[in-house]
């Protein structure tokens, strides 16, 4: 009985995070809005020469809301794709002991503003869309915000994975039939994960969209909505090539450099950790590879299932991206410049079969007896300071490889939750470059290549301002375990 119970009242505390995920997405007009009030009420405390010197302000001012409505207008055809896998009318705000509970479920640490780092059931893939699920259920939506935030809101789900056909969970595995063809993304229970024909959801209601049943979130939720729109220029525009360039390519170039011979009967098998919109996972199944993103944050899980499962063409979307800044800019027109996507169209692009997206925490889903020996490489890019404690990471990334496999990673030592101050005292293990790769050493890890790549994340090309990192950039093969 006390089983149950937590079933339900996990669920139920995933509902309460969807919402005010959904939220976050609904507030956006309004709290984008209220900016360019703001900008308004600025102008009018100008004095009349200052005014008339400026005039083009208001002008600009009304450009910006139509940009608004265009952003507005990608998001709302995103919601509206989105099927929730869970009944969204349950009334649970007056559970008072899932109140007291929620107050200790795991806060969600973004990144970094000039950085931005997503579960989904099984569609079959057409040449026209359906390349991965909807995304489904997650733990916990509280936020921590830092300063230059990357992107990779990083919001926990429930730990399940489609790999084969098989539903892999930290709580339960279960068999679930799959269409060849499908691209299996789940972060749901098992029961709701089989099949490719039916996404298993639910309800299909969208009540969930109506005005009433909208959350007061905080600014810093609207603010992740912002960072998606962000991260779409990096993973999924041909703005983001000179990013992808400096990220994705030397990854992709290594892993063709170590997997020279991949046949199409028996493709090498590659895990991407923190996928985020699935763009780099995308180019390793186009390499060859039977590749499997996981991402924890829902914010880009429903986005990235809307690119990859509904965009009919390429370059069907317009964003307006860098609008939410009057900061150094060069001029208002590279401001409120339009940015088109996808550059590809992701049914089109080549994918091999096998491919897929996972939702969860990579230490829940991964960290499982069925996961270990069962990947031939593994890519971590802006990946390995989002834990809690990156010596829990490097042990299961050496788990789950097979013996003589490949670790790729490129990325800075941005510890998520290195600012971290609330009554939960989070752990943050912080090590240098230096000490990670002697724990990678101690794992079983051998280095075969290195050097730092100097790099952005979500950087506006335009801007008078650029974030860079030096990048960690190396290659490992785990070496043979010794049989005594």
């Given at each position: 009985m006390g089983e149950r119970r937590y079933s339900e009242l996990?669920?139920?505390?995933?509902?309460?995070?969807l919402r005010?995920?959904?939220?976050?997405?609904?507030?956006?007009?309004?709290?984008?809005?209220?900016?360019?009030?703001?900008?308004?009420?600025?102008?009018?405390?100008?004095?009349?020469?200052?005014?008339a010197l400026l005039s083009y302000l208001p002008l600009k001012f009304q450009r910006i809301r139509r940009c608004?409505?265009?952003?507005?207008?990608?998001?709302?055809?995103?919601?509206?794709?989105?099927?929730?896998?869970?009944d969204m009318s349950i009334d649970i705000d007056e559970d008072e002991h899932l109140e007291n509970t929620a107050e200790h479920y795991h806060p969600e640490i973004p990144r970094s503003s000039?950085?931005?780092?997503?579960?989904?059931?099984?569609?079959?893939?057409?040449?026209?869309?359906?390349?991965?699920?909807?995304?489904?259920t997650f733990r916990g939506e509280n936020s921590l915000p830092r300063d230059d935030m990357r992107s990779d809101d990083k919001q926990e789900l429930n730990g399940n994975a489609i790999m084969d056909g098989a539903t892999i969970s930290h709580a339960q595995k279960k068999s679930c039939g799959s269409d060849k063809d499908s691209v299996g993304v789940a972060a749901v229970p098992a029961a709701?994960?089989?099949?490719?024909?039916?996404?298993?959801?639910v309800n299909s209601s969208r009540d969930w969209m109506d005005p009433s049943s909208q959350l007061n979130v905080p600014p810093v939720d609207v603010d992740k909505v912002r960072c998606i729109i962000r991260n779409i220029?990096?993973?999924?525009?041909?703005?983001?090539?000179?990013?992808?360039?400096?990220?994705y390519k030397p990854i992709l170039e290594e892993l063709n450099h170590h997997f020279p011979d991949r046949r199409e009967q028996s493709p090498p098998s590659c895990l991407v950790p923190?996928?985020?919109?699935?763009?780099?996972?995308?180019?390793?199944?186009?390499l060859g590879f039977v590749s499997q993103g996981n991402e924890f944050s829902y914010y880009m899980m429903i986005c990235s299932s809307f690119i990859l499962n509904h965009t009919q063409e390429a370059y069907e979307w317009t964003i307006y991206p860098w609008i939410h800044s009057n900061c150094n800019s060069l001029s208002d027109n590279d401001q409120l410049r339009p940015v088109s996507f996808p550059d590809v169209h992701p049914a089109s692009a080549g994918i091999t079969d096998g491919f897929s997206m996972c939702g969860g925490d990579f230490v829940e889903v991964y960290n499982d007896e069925s996961q270990e020996?069962?990947?031939?490489?593994?890519v971590t890019c802006f990946f390995l300071d989002t834990a809690h404690n990156i010596v829990e990471y490097i042990e299961i990334i050496s788990k789950i490889l097979k013996d003589g496999g490949v670790w790729i990673n490129l990325g800075p030592l941005l510890y998520h939750f290195a600012d971290s101050y609330g009554p939960e005292d989070e752990m943050s293990i912080e090590l240098s470059l230096e000490d990670v790769k002697k724990v990678a050493y101690h794992y079983g890890f051998e280095m075969e290549m290195e050097k730092m790549i100097e790099t952005t994340y979500t950087a506006n090309m335009r801007s008078m301002m650029q974030n860079r990192y030096n990048a960690a950039f190396w290659t490992m093969r785990k070496k043979p375990q010794s049989r005594s």
């Open positions: 996990e669920q139920a505390l995933e509902i309460k995070s005010r995920i959904i939220s976050a997405y609904l507030n956006y007009p309004d709290a984008a809005e209220e900016d360019v009030r703001r900008y308004e009420r600025s102008f009018r405390k100008l004095s009349p020469t200052h005014k608004i409505s265009v952003n507005s207008y990608f998001i709302m055809s995103m919601l509206q794709a989105f099927e929730p896998p869970l000039e950085r931005s780092n997503w579960s989904r059931h099984s569609e079959s893939i057409t040449e026209s869309n359906s390349l991965i699920p909807e995304p489904s709701h994960c089989c099949g490719s024909s039916s996404n298993g959801n220029v990096r993973d999924w525009a041909q703005e983001g090539q000179k990013e992808r360039d400096q990220c923190g996928a985020g919109l699935g763009r780099l996972a995308l180019e390793i199944s186009c020996a069962s990947w031939d490489s593994v």
